[in-house]
């Protein structure tokens, strides 16, 4: 991960730059062995700023630097400095030089926030979807008209560049990247570590819709947690409305301003989570996945699958395992 040390760490950036020491940088064996390896590579250029605490916060220095970009697998930039958005300061020469190279020599590169800024500039995002925070967006489309500019969605997967939009969106991202490594079992038990909301899965290349909430509505909460444990269940809207105490009318409107979709598409998709996890941890028949995902019989898992995920139940089931051996 790259931490642009030279110009100051607003205290406000260190939430984009907490995120993937949180996802990446702590083993957890007991899900995955080996785990990540996360190094923090600064640009290591220039001077401290004599005002960096009053300003911009912090300033962090760290024990890799830019040559260490080549030997990734994964390259995640978190954010770049306000001045190089707002103001249209260059970002380190270097910095661009060191992105290029690492994405010639094949690592994946990743953008949280403001990041997207830096690959745009190594020219890394002409002719791709790309997102960013919305407040940036539109200086980000006009400052680099080659990319495909996005300001509705939470991140954008683009196979081996992949760009997010800011704060919370950076951690739906960081999990992504979880499940397209590990699967969905994996991610999911993360993000239960984290007690944040499981991943809602995305085909490959594919535009994310709004998968995590965008209010913090705790009355929601308890009544998403029993249905997440109650998914095998004919739900309806009328029985989840009954048991927040809700009109099915008030349900449905909290639930869509909370999630950004609607009952029935966020129960289909905590459904096809659930079902994706199955085929990865457990040996079970397609009919019984298909019951317990709340998702009835074969051929409608199979339905679902093929719509919403580009593959069978049994060709992501063999996909899972071939990466596992």
């Not at 969605?153 to 919370?168: F, N, Q």
């Not at 085909?203 to 444990?229: E, N």
Request: hydrophobic share 40%; with cysteine; proline share 6%.
């Amino acid at each position: 991960m790259v931490v642009t040390e030279e110009i100051g760490l607003p205290s406000w950036d260190l939430y984009e730059l907490s995120i993937p020491c949180t996802v990446f940088g702590k083993a957890q064996s007991d899900l995955a062995d080996p785990w990540y390896e996360l190094m923090l590579c600064g640009t290591g250029e220039g001077e401290r700023p004599e005002d960096a605490d009053a300003a911009t916060g912090l300033v962090l220095r760290t024990g890799h630097g830019l040559d260490d970009l080549v030997r990734a697998d994964t390259v995640i930039v978190p954010s770049v400095p306000d001045a190089c958005v707002e103001e249209g300061k260059p970002l380190p020469e270097a910095l661009i030089l060191a992105l290029r190279r690492a994405y010639d020599a094949g690592a994946r590169m990743v953008s949280l926030c403001t990041g997207a800024f830096a690959l745009a500039e190594a020219g890394l995002l002409d002719g791709r979807p790309a997102t960013a925070h919305w407040q940036h967006t539109a200086q980000l489309a006009e400052r680099y008209p080659k990319v495909r500019v996005d300001d509705s969605v939470l991140y954008v997967d683009d196979g081996d560049v992949l760009t997010s939009a800011g704060l919370t969106a950076g951690l739906d991202l960081c999990l992504h990247l979880v499940r397209r490594d590990f699967g969905a079992h994996v991610a999911n038990q993360l993000a239960r570590r984290m007690v944040v909301p499981a991943h809602r899965p995305g085909g490959q290349a594919q535009f994310i819709d709004l998968s995590v909430p965008a209010t913090d509505d705790d009355a929601l909460a308890p009544v998403l947690d029993w249905a997440r444990s109650h998914l095998d269940r004919p739900l309806t809207v009328r029985d989840l409305a009954l048991r927040a105490a809700m009109s099915p009318r008030t349900f449905y409107r909290r639930l869509q301003a909370a999630t950004g979709t609607t009952p029935l598409r966020w129960l289909l998709t905590q459904r096809l989570g659930r079902a994706q996890s199955l085929l990865e941890s457990t040996d079970l028949p397609i009919e019984k996945i298909g019951e317990l995902s709340g998702l009835g019989t074969a051929n409608n898992l199979r339905h679902h699958f093929l719509r919403h995920i580009g593959v069978s139940p049994g060709e992501y089931r063999r996909a899972w395992r071939q990466a596992a051996c």
